[in-house]
């Protein structure tokens, strides 16, 4: 069964090391070798720009993930297709796998809104406007004082809708998630869980889960064991409990996955990398039916993006 993944962390860690091969290195969770392997038809890669990083290099920092992306990602594997708009992802044709960029935090273009119009024209496709910590557009789970969108903020979300640009709330503080749902036309949480299961700042609530369920968005669990039962190991059994979860709030035609491989440093049992996907879905078409499957794994995420 294809899969579509809507995070992980590969453009970060070929940065850090550009002797990784994205091909077959075994130090990437979702190296070419294992996307293959484990069925993965569609990957988001992330651009992360680490905190510490002066805010005047960051937007440098940004483009140099994105050209790792053009030259090593899509330049040196023919069957890797960028995604640059979104019939290509209802086009992917067999044997291709579909890459696509998102921008998670908008401290890369601070409040410089031509450097944003930049990021559209070199393929962002979903922006998160924070990590944990708090910037220009708002606050993130981190932050302690908790506060929403700032003018600059709402005028990104404005922008992502004009561009049919998706808007993820993965790591906002509440008050700046509700700003997100009342503004955004394309709202999901791209590597999320349950707060009710794991009181993690990063999980949402039931009634944050029930907004994006009621605005058509998504959410993809993630595969993170501290977000899943709050240790530093889980089980594929415990990641199932937030899916489960989640249906049982109506979000079955909403959940999508989103593994946060290569960003995360504890793995779920036998879910240690891409190549074993094969684990998830067997364990999920034990407890649903194949077509309830298939939407978690690809065809919610397909009825989601924008037309």
Known sequence: MNVFDLHCDVLLRLSENRERNFKNSQELNASLARLQSGNVKLQLFAVFIEPDIPSDQKFQAALEQIDLFHTEVIAKNPNVKKIVDWDDVRNLKDGEIGAMLTLEGADAFGNDLAKLRTFYELGIKSIGLTWNNANLCADGAGEPRGGGLTELGF?????????????????????????????????????????????????????????????????????????????????????????????????????????????????????????????????????????????????????????
């Open 155 to 307: 005028e990104v979300v404005k922008l992502n809708n004009e561009r049919k640009v998706l808007t993820d709330v993965s790591h906002l503080s509440q008050n700046a998630f509700w700003d997100v749902i009342n503004a955004a036309e394309y709202p999901l949480a791209t590597h999320s869980n349950s707060m009710t299961l794991c009181e993690h700042p990063r999980n949402l609530t039931d009634e944050q889960a029930q907004a994006l369920f009621k605005k058509n968005g998504l959410i993809g669990v993630v595969f993170n064991p501290p977000f899943i039962t709050g240790e530093e190991t889980s089980t594929i059994d415990d990641l199932l409990k937030h899916v489960e979860h989640f249906c049982e709030l109506g979000g079955k035609d909403h959940i999508a996955f989103g593994s946060d491989f290569d960003g995360i440093s504890y793995f779920v049992r036998d879910l240690e990398h891409a190549g074993k996907y094969g684990n998830f879905v067997d364990a999920l078409l034990k407890r649903y039916k194949e077509d309830e499957v298939k939407g978690f794994a690809y065809n919610n995420f397909l009825r989601f993006i924008p037309r």
